[in-house]
Nanobody, 127 residues
Framework: VRLQASGGGLVQAGGSLKPTCTAS????????MGWFRQAPGKGREFVAA????????YYADSVKGRFTISRDRDKNTVYLQMNSLQSVDTAIYYC?????????????????????WGQGTLVTVSS
């Protein structure tokens, strides 16, 4: 299964974007899907995750109330609605699938928990 992210771009502070990640090559069989981001010179940090079957969602504190993760199981697609964007949100956004069972049951996710990654989509927020 291949993950393809799109929908990044340049937006002014306070604006919105909705990156999309679609799995191709067959039905994705995953416990959860997640979004991570990596700013220049920094490590890859967790943004949000969603349990694929149950739909339970999890967010980093820095994006709670501003970002919303959702999925369409029929389309093998996960979305990240990003509102009230700030300059600190500037990063490459990556989608990920196939987390460990431990991360799934704990409801806590880090980059090392996921084994499948998309290529990333760049989000730039201008102040």
């Amino acid at each position: 299964v291949r993950l393809q992210a799109s929908g990044g771009g340049l937006v002014q502070a306070g604006g919105s974007l909705k990156p999309t990640c679609t799995a191709s090559g067959g039905a994705i069989r995953t416990y959860s899907m997640g979004w991570f981001r990596q700013a220049p010179g920094k490590g890859r940090e967790f943004v949000a995750a969603i349990k694929w079957t149950l739909g339970d969602t999890y967010y980093a504190d820095s994006v709670k109330g501003r970002f919303t993760i959702s999925r369409d199981r029929d389309k093998n697609t996960v979305y990240l609605q990003m509102n009230s964007l700030q300059s600190v949100d500037t990063a490459i956004y990556y989608c990920a699938a196939h987390p460990t069972r431990e991360a799934y049951y704990a409801g806590r996710y880090s980059a090392t928990d996921f084994s499948s990654w998309g290529q990333g989509t760049l989000v730039t927020v201008s102040s």
